[in-house]
């Protein structure tokens, strides 16, 4: 062990670089051909098969794996991209083991399913590495539809309209599109430039116009946008991170979780990262179990994780908590943040423990941090947006919004789950909305 992982305070260059290498590799590697062959001879291929219920996106589970399992892989991944053009991306990010392999008769009967999100991997994989696009686009229709965000809803929507002939232009306020997928997701989930060469394959259909560094309120309006295009579709995702409301949260050190995992996806040398010895993660979701990953990957000797409630309330599946705790991860529940304790920067941050119903009991807890990363939830920025349902934009059930001519999906909207595979399945039924108002 590199001795640098003793040093106290926020350092690059904790560990060699064959350990970054290692620990940023692929978390669960493709299948190969056998063992994709043997994986889809698990499947029982059912009628009305509970998996693709409970896929957010529906799509024909047991047909793609059938295609697999008679050497047709590619016929798999159109089946898979019909429904969610980004299926590749939901294979290594998607939270199978709650969704349709939960479902899976065989966990039910086994407590072991058939690898649903690894076959849905092998089959995209293998055609996307071809440079092959399965879709071809309709005859232009003359319309024209604008896309705000770049992230999985949005790029969802602005294929399946341009599929269907409509011209889009996608405004994203990122240098790079991806949104979430690129910005957003722990780096050992998605090595080696997987994201941007996933829009980059989207793209071959055509029709799809990309303005990188366009943002809403500052350099676009939506009554601009209304009264330049027929339609416009919403996928601004939640900008702003929620504060914890404790004393001394202001210190040197203290970070949200999101820019972390950005600043760590755009870098190209892991190395060149700083990371505390001690780091403390706050928040029971996806984006805390990422920040918490990633910080010991890094090469921080002490990370903990504290969530105000029990490991059943956290938002973050069971296979990620224990994904975490199998990398050095502490996890503590029950411990609401009182103050963060420093002179200037972080040394130490202060919780109490707290019930059920987050009702103090008195004890204390200390932990010695020389960074903090809060992730306790993200809001939506922006002004003049349409009707807002709780903190999101108000939508019905195909996306539409209280402003005639607009849509919105993915984060920004009322009622999804925050899911990639629920923003891909969002963009793409508010396109077909649009497609029919459209066309009349």
């Not at 009305?48 to 047709?72: K, N, Y």
């Not at 994203?172 to 599109?177: G, I, L, Q, S, T």
């Not at 997987?194 to 560094?213: H, N, P, R, S, Y």
């Not at 991170?241 to 600043?263: H, Q």
Request: contains cysteine; charged residues 20%; hydrophobic residues 40%.
């Amino acid at each position: 062990m590199s001795q640098k992982v003793f040093e106290p305070g926020i350092t690059a260059g904790r560990l060699n670089a064959d350990a970054y290498a290692a620990q940023f590799s692929d978390l669960h590697p493709p299948l190969d051909a056998h063992e994709a062959l043997v994986a889809a001879d698990r499947c029982y291929f059912c009628h009305d098969a509970p998996c693709i219920t409970a896929c957010p996106t529906d799509i024909d589970i047991p047909l793609f794996i059938r295609q697999i399992a008679t050497g047709t892989p590619d016929a798999a991944a159109k089946t898979i991209l019909s429904q969610n053009i980004l299926g590749g991306m939901c294979a290594r990010v998607c939270p199978t083991e709650q969704l349709c392999e939960q479902a899976c008769v065989r966990e039910i009967a086994e407590g072991k399913p058939v690898k649903i999100g690894e076959l849905q991997r092998y089959a995209t994989d293998h055609l996307q590495q071809q440079g092959k696009h399965p879709f071809v686009r309709a005859d232009p229709t003359g319309k024209r539809v604008a896309v705000v965000g770049a992230g999985p809803a949005g790029l969802s929507c602005a294929h399946r309209l341009a599929m269907l002939g409509h011209e889009v232009v996608v405004h994203d306020a990122r240098p790079k599109p991806g949104g979430l997928n690129e910005y957003g997701i722990a780096t050992y989930k998605t090595p080696n430039g997987f994201a941007q060469a996933e829009v980059d394959w989207l793209l071959q259909i055509g029709g799809i116009t990309m303005k990188t560094g366009s943002s809403l309120g500052a350099d676009i309006t939506l009554d601009a946008l209304r009264r330049d295009y027929d339609a416009v579709f919403l996928a601004i995702g939640l900008g702003g991170v929620n504060a914890l409301g404790a004393e001394g949260e202001e210190k040197d050190g203290v970070k949200d979780a999101v820019d972390f995992i950005s600043d760590l996806r755009q870098a190209d040398d892991m190395g060149a990262v700083p990371i505390g010895r001690d780091v403390v993660v706050i928040g029971g979701g996806m984006t805390a179990i990422d920040a918490a990953v990633q910080a010991k990957l890094l090469g921080a000797l002490n990370v903990t994780l504290v969530y105000r409630r029990g490991r059943d309330r956290m938002n973050a599946s069971v296979f990620e908590q224990d994904l975490a705790a199998s990398k050095g991860v502490r996890i503590v529940t029950h411990a609401e943040t009182v103050a963060v304790i420093g002179n200037g920067a972080v040394r130490e941050i202060e919780f109490e423990y707290v019930d059920d119903n987050l009702v103090g009991s008195g004890q204390m807890l200390r932990l010695a941090a020389d960074q903090v990363f809060k992730a306790i939830g993200q809001t939506l920025q922006g002004d003049a947006l349409p009707e807002l349902e709780g903190r999101k934009i108000r939508v019905d059930g195909t996306g539409r919004t209280s402003v005639q001519s607009v849509w919105a999906g993915g984060d920004c909207a009322s009622g999804g789950d925050d899911l990639t595979v629920t923003a891909v399945a969002e963009g793409r039924d508010a396109a077909l909305d649009i497609h029919m108002v459209l066309m009349g």
